[in-house]
């Protein structure tokens, strides 16, 4: 009968427990096939092409003193935007979860906005906003404060790209935190400050700074919603992703793979770390 | 007739099962009683098919079933948080069994319905074919899946914990119910449980295990009144449990004599009134043991820091394995 | 509402509450209403004018078709990585879920990049395909698969939890009634999982028709034939066209609310659901 289990033999040899659910084979042959095409082969190409420049080239071309200004620019607005929203994004997380408001239905959807809109469209957007004559650069002109062009408006652009990923990183742990814990610290003396830096921050603060991360990546690597705003200017406001189609459309593959591994590898850094975090913050929890 | 010989079972480096042996006759109402992790579900879910053994095998009728998928084993089994496919309506559910058999075994829709419809007054559920299992109440939808299961005319029914997910009271009215329907159906059944009470007032016999192992199998009977093996004893009904000459000897609280002289003494500590006795908690004063049993009510109620003397009228030796 | 004692006061509530509505003002909703205000600045007339012309029309049917071709290849990917995952036991799991979420940590240019780099006129296999008339890069196969490579975890990141969580006992239920594989996969699981699904592909589709990043590199750029409605918003907005480059990006902004509020019923949907179920 063809609708036979394998003998008790062949199933002790399976490097995975049986199970009844049919399937396993197409699934994850599948899964690993189109896995190995679409993903991991392509990312190898681009690690295979780096070792073939060799350590001098490789230096020169990924660490040139363009590269540098580049990478400062990218990795400096990612952080001061991931820190901007690490503070706006906890108190809106806070407000949605704490607070009940004529509204929050919908705010609470505009949040994921930029998850949904396109970035050029956030870019172009953002640029007619914040230019000299745009609704709130026409504000900020007089005071002299320049938004476009400057590593202000890419800050400003990837706070925008950044701020779901800190919300929805606190959220799920502020509403998670029983309000048992917080009255337990009022009947214990504390007050509500003293509450929330005790009791409260510590307990959502690997979450936020999962949100943080997450929104610092993504701000590294953010092309889209910040070529419009930054002028793109080589060493003053050229970002790295930029910096890589430059390379590119002048055929220099040598030094787009260069200032691309580089990259690659502090974003999988940063992924390691927050799964490093999170484990760390489960085995605390003890969950 | 269902036989289980010598089946093993690890999950990684846990064992699971080791060399477990069970022959169950037709007709016959089975108990499998032990704490979790004594290996009940998995021996069920193994004789269902939806665990694999690793070594030893399973009959039904002579049949050696081990290497048999569980869809072609027609067994019916009753999960624990019963597995009601929540987009399905009730009759659905019941119906799912006939409307997966091959074309040419499928019965007609109209038959299916009325199946399906015949069920549901089997349980008791007639009139709520139509809703959907979140709109039932827990003892509703344990029906609901009990006939869904034997849908499929099922011999062998297997329940794990089938009474474990609902409060006191619909769980008693149930148990009757379903020994009842047994009966009725001429069913052979299987149910895994944790609860000793449920175990005994329910099953024909009852299979004791622990630890992967089968401790003792019997009758409600025999497990109370002639438990096998320390943990038997200890684990179905109240037994002290203190050391004699040549082991620890138990016995049960409303197994011991209040007698004037001899016996051991014990020291009260608590007394409360339990059905038609007294329950006094109290220490034996020559090794400091705690133990428990039953004075007649019609007696003077104990009090805190008398001192009786006991005798256990009937007690048990266990060596020392 | 349940009546707190411990919390902020009322003042301290309307003055958080203000802040955040005033930063979400500022930094999300403005940019999305100068979006649609730009957009019109030249009246309905100007701004159909705009979506009309010829480059526009293909703009838009190639950014629907690569979303047709990628969209359903990730959901086919997408169940069958979350089945295999979350229905059995076997080793090295968590480093599969891990390398399935890769290309989020990837930036979209590197994305575009990599494949340029195979596939190219000096890349890997960029003598191959000119020996033989193929063309990837500068063309729509490009397109497809840089648009498949930025999207691919998205239905599997969203189905994974939700099969994780409604565990194996329904599929177990279906074979013991007699099921077969596909039964149980069409009958059960399929339905249990819809709305995550949905919701998984609308998230997809939503970045398939909005990727920028890497379809421009991988693009080329060339109007009426690979250019994408990101790409083509682009170009008009670099060609000082802002009403042009705003109604084609009002429309993709349209499609983003509509994600948004599908989503946000999805989301209420699930509540429901997971209400009912215990």
């Keep these: 009968m063809s609708t036979q289990y394998p003998s008790p033999k062949a199933r002790a040899r399976s490097w995975r427990k049986p199970s009844v659910l049919p399937g396993f084979a197409l699934t994850f042959g599948t899964t690993i096939g189109w896995l190995t095409l679409i993903v991991l082969i392509p990312i190898a190409t681009i690690f295979l092409k780096a070792a073939g420049l060799g350590w001098q080239q490789f230096l020169e071309v990924g660490f040139s003193s363009r590269a540098l200004a580049a990478y400062r620019l990218s990795f400096g607005t990612a952080a001061a935007a991931g820190l901007v929203n690490a503070v706006f994004g906890l108190l ?62 890419i800050t400003i652009a990837l706070v925008f790209i950044g701020l779901p990923f800190v919300v929805r990183s606190v959220e799920p742990v502020l509403a998670d935190l029983g309000r048992d814990v917080e009255e337990a610290a009022a009947t214990l003396g504390a007050n509500r400050s003293q509450t929330f830096s005790r009791v409260i921050f510590p307990a959502i603060a690997p979450a936020l700074l999962t949100g943080f991360a997450m929104a610092f990546a993504r701000g590294v690597g953010e092309y889209g919603s910040v070529i419009f705003i930054s002028g793109n200017m080589p060493g003053r406001t050229e970002i790295a992703p930029l910096l890589i189609v430059t390379q590119l459309e002048q055929y220099a593959y040598a030094g787009a793979t260069a200032i691309a591994v580089v990259m690659m590898l502090v974003s999988f850094g940063i992924l390691l770390a927050i799964n490093a975090l999170q484990a760390a913050g489960r085995r605390r929890m003890g969950a | 007739m269902i036989k289980v010989q010598n089946i093993t079972k690890r999950f990684g480096d846990f064992p699971a099962l080791h060399g477990i042996d069970l022959e169950i006759q037709d007709g016959e109402f089975v108990a499998l009683l032990g704490p979790s992790g004594s290996g009940k579900t998995t021996l069920l879910r193994i004789i269902a098919g939806l665990e694999f053994q690793d070594t030893g095998e399973v009959f039904f009728n002579g049949n050696d079933v081990s290497r048999l998928k569980v869809a072609d084993r027609q067994v019916g089994f009753v999960f624990q948080q019963y597995a009601l496919f929540r987009h399905m309506t009730v009759a659905e559910n019941v119906a799912f069994g006939l409307t997966v058999k091959k074309r040419r075994e499928r019965p007609s829709k109209a038959a299916i319905r009325e199946r399906a419809d015949e069920l549901l007054r089997l ?24 006939a869904r299961a034997l849908a499929i005319e099922p011999k062998l029914l297997l329940l794990d914990e089938p009474f474990g997910a609902l409060d006191a009271k619909v769980r008693k009215d149930l148990r009757r119910w379903l020994r009842d329907l047994h009966k009725q159906m001429g069913l052979t059944s299987i149910f895994v449980t944790h609860d000793q009470e449920e175990a005994l007032e329910l099953a024909d016999r009852v299979v004791v295990m622990d630890h992967g192992k089968i401790e003792q199998v019997g009758t409600p009977e025999e497990i109370y009144m002639n438990p096998q093996t320390p943990f038997v004893s200890h684990f179905v009904g109240e037994t002290n449990r203190v050391a004699g000459e040549g082991g620890e000897v138990h016995f049960r609280p409303h197994d011991v004599d209040v007698v004037e002289e001899g016996g051991e003494l014990v020291l009260v500590d608590n007394v409360f009134r339990k059905g038609g006795a007294w329950r006094v908690e109290g220490m034996l004063v020559e090794t400091d043991l705690l133990v428990e049993f039953d004075v007649d009510a019609a007696l003077p109620q104990p009090a805190a820091g008398d001192r009786l003397r006991i005798v256990p009228r009937r007690s048990r030796l266990f060596n020392p394995a | 509402m349940k009546l707190r004692t ?70 086919v990917f997408g169940i069958a990585a979350s089945w295999a995952i979350t229905k059995y036991s076997f080793p090295g799991k968590s480093l599969l879920i891990t390398l399935i979420d890769l290309p989020f940590s990837v930036s979209p240019v590197v994305s575009g990049l990599i494949f340029v780099l195979l596939f190219g006129a000096n890349g890997l296999f960029g003598g191959w395909l000119a020996a033989h008339d193929l063309k990837i890069i500068f063309a729509v196969p490009g397109i497809v698969l840089a648009t498949v490579f930025i999207t691919f975890p998205f239905v599997a990141r969203e189905l994974i939890p939700l099969m994780m969580e409604q565990g194996k006992d329904d599929e177990e239920a279906a074979l013991s009634l007699g099921a077969n594989g596909w039964q149980t996969f069409w009958h059960v699981t399929l339905p249990n999982i819809r709305w995550g699904l949905l919701y998984g592909v609308l998230l997809c589709n939503a970045r398939a028709m909005g990727e920028f990043g890497a379809v421009s590199v991988v693009s080329g750029h060339i109007r009426g034939e690979t250019n994408t409605m990101p790409l083509h918003v682009e170009i008009l907005y670099n060609e000082y066209d802002f009403v042009g480059a705003f109604a084609v990006a009002s429309l993709l902004a349209g499609l983003a609310l509509v994600t948004l509020v599908a989503k946000s019923v999805l989301e209420w949907r699930f509540d429901l659901h997971s209400g009912a179920r215990h």
């Design chain 2, 123 to 146: 349980v008791q559920l007639d009139g709520l074919g139509k809703r959907y299992p979140g709109q039932l109440s827990g003892g509703q939808r344990q029906r609901v899946a009990l």
């Design chain 3, 6 to 75: 411990v919390t902020e006061g009322k003042g301290t509530q309307i003055v958080l509450i203000a802040i955040a509505l005033a930063f979400l003002a500022f930094f999300v909703l403005l940019p999305l209403i100068s979006v649609f205000s730009e957009a019109l600045k030249a009246g309905i007339g100007g701004f159909v004018a705009a979506i009309e012309t010829p480059d526009a029309l293909s703009a838009i049917k190639l950014t629907l078709l690569i979303a047709a071709i990628s969209v359903p290849l990730n959901v």
């Design chain 1, 92 to 153: 809106v997380a806070w407000v949605l979860v704490r607070y009940a408001f004529p509204g929050k239905q919908i705010v609470s959807a505009l949040v994921d906005l930029p998850f949904a809109l396109p970035t050029a469209v956030a870019g172009i957007a953002l640029t007619a906003l914040y230019s000299p004559n745009g609704w709130i650069g026409q504000v900020l002109e007089p005071l002299g404060i320049k938004v476009a062009f400057t590593p202000l408006g």
